[in-house]
């Protein structure tokens, strides 16, 4: 049998706009938040300053502030969200990050490529253990403050195995074929479905308090 020639890595247009319009779209939530908050906050205005570095300055820190404060107000299961899409989007970016740099040199600080014998580790297999371990804990503990800390090390793991999802599919090294790019896919649609939780269980909880709570039955 003649083996099926792998073709490198070219990201298709689809998988380049996906990449595209979700960076964008953060880069525009960031601007506009900073821009809503330099109104509304104690910044002085462009047209009220001299050092406008300054004032935008402060009008970051301020809106950092705003998350800070946004963040611990938030209920449980919204940091818990929260912090999964976080951890997840952070690791892809930065395991990919990493793995390309690793091509052309043998380590990247405290990276590098693992083998055992001959057998290549790949990184799927410590995101898996990573996440069941997290999600074993978060079965067995009733403490609900820790799901917003299991959140980060699931998210993690969640991101180290969907970034080589491909490979389990193929069950071949195909991660820098075009057959990889099913992995960038993947990950993408997670990233959107998990940002549309985000927003959904947000959503709920105020309906919830509109809804249910004037009219709730008496405890």
Do not use: K
Request: aromatic share 6%.
């Amino acid at each position: 049998m003649r083996l099926r020639r792998r073709r490198p890595l070219a990201p298709g247009r689809g998988t380049l706009a996906l990449g595209t319009f979700a960076t964008v779209t953060f880069a525009v939530v960031v601007v506009v938040e900073v821009g809503r908050v330099w109104r509304r906050g104690r910044a002085p205005l462009p047209q009220e300053t001299d050092d406008l570095l300054l004032a935008a300055e402060e009008a970051v820190a301020e809106t950092a502030e705003v998350a800070r404060v946004g963040y611990r107000g938030g209920s449980t299961r919204e940091n818990s969200t929260f912090n999964l899409l976080t951890a997840f989007a952070v690791t892809f970016l930065a395991v990919r990050t990493v793995t390309y740099l690793l091509r052309a040199r043998p380590r990247v600080g405290p990276f590098r490529n693992v083998r055992v014998g001959r057998r290549h580790i790949h990184h799927f297999v410590p995101g898996i253990m990573l996440a069941f371990a997290a999600g074993a804990v978060g079965i067995v503990s009733r403490d609900e403050r820790l799901e917003p800390i299991l959140a980060v090390p699931f998210g993690i793991g969640l991101g180290l195995t969907l970034d080589e999802s491909a490979l389990l599919l193929e069950l071949e090294d195909v991660y820098w074929t075009e057959e990889g790019l099913l992995s960038v896919q993947v990950t993408l649609a997670v990233m959107a479905m998990l940002g549309a939780l985000a927003l959904s269980v947000r959503f709920l909880r105020r309906g919830e308090q509109l809804v249910l709570e004037p009219n709730g039955r008496d405890e």
